[in-house]
């Protein structure tokens, strides 16, 4: 076993991920490969005044240097471990105290959220608590549009937001809900997701 494997389990381990590190790896390359290859060089696909404008507003079209990381490994990263800790239908289930029939109904009325892969639905764990679903989500989720996938919502639903303080520090949505906040105001920030800031 080489040094980066084991650093890989370790970390595995830390984070409560169960999977061994040849599973994780095989997820990486699986979300690796639906990815597009990355352009070393965005610029060629702006005209020379689109380049002028962007570059003003203080976009940098250079080319992707070849000692710089990868931009879309994080991406990479977070999708392996979002498909990692999804629960099957029978989980949630078994999680909520219902049979599967009730979690299928729940997707279907957008009071969970999930995606179809090739062994059936996965439903993200973000959604869950150790008592149940978390209070408020089916507010919540009748906001979110139709068009965004389930990794955005995730990533908004796991990311501190300055609106929903908690003791005067920004709190993930999940955690405002878990505390027992008002889900209209996170279900307001998430109608907003997909349209430009």
């Known amino acids: 076993m080489t040094s980066a494997t084991t650093a890989l389990e370790d ?7 169960k999977v061994d590190a040849t599973e994780f790896l095989a997820l990486i390359e699986q979300a690796a490969r639906r990815l ?4 070393p060089d965005p610029a060629h ?10 570059g003003d507003v203080g976009l940098d079209l250079s080319a992707t240097r070849a000692d710089e990381p990868d931009p879309r490994a994080n991406a990479v990263a977070t999708r392996a471990v979002f498909a990692d800790s999804a629960l099957t239908v029978t989980e949630a289930a078994a999680r909520l105290g219902v049979d599967d029939s009730r979690i299928r109904h729940r997707l279907k009325q957008h009071r969970l959220t999930g995606w179809k892969g090739h062994g059936g639905w996965r439903l993200p764990a973000w959604q869950f608590s150790a008592d149940g679903a978390v209070p408020g989500l089916d507010v919540v989720l009748h906001a979110v549009p139709d068009d965004q996938p389930a990794l ?14 908690i003791h005067d520090t920004p709190a993930t949505p999940r955690d405002w809900l878990l505390a027992g906040g008002d889900p209209a105001r996170v279900a307001e920030l998430a109608a907003t997701l997909g349209t430009p800031a």
Do not use: I, Y
């Open 45 to 54: 696909f702006f005209s020379g005044e689109q380049r002028a404008v962007l």
């Open 152 to 165: 955005v919502v995730a990533g908004f639903m796991t990311t501190p937001q300055p609106d929903l303080p």
């Open 11 to 17: 970390v595995l381990a830390r984070t409560g991920l």
């Open 36 to 39: 597009s290859p990355g352009d």
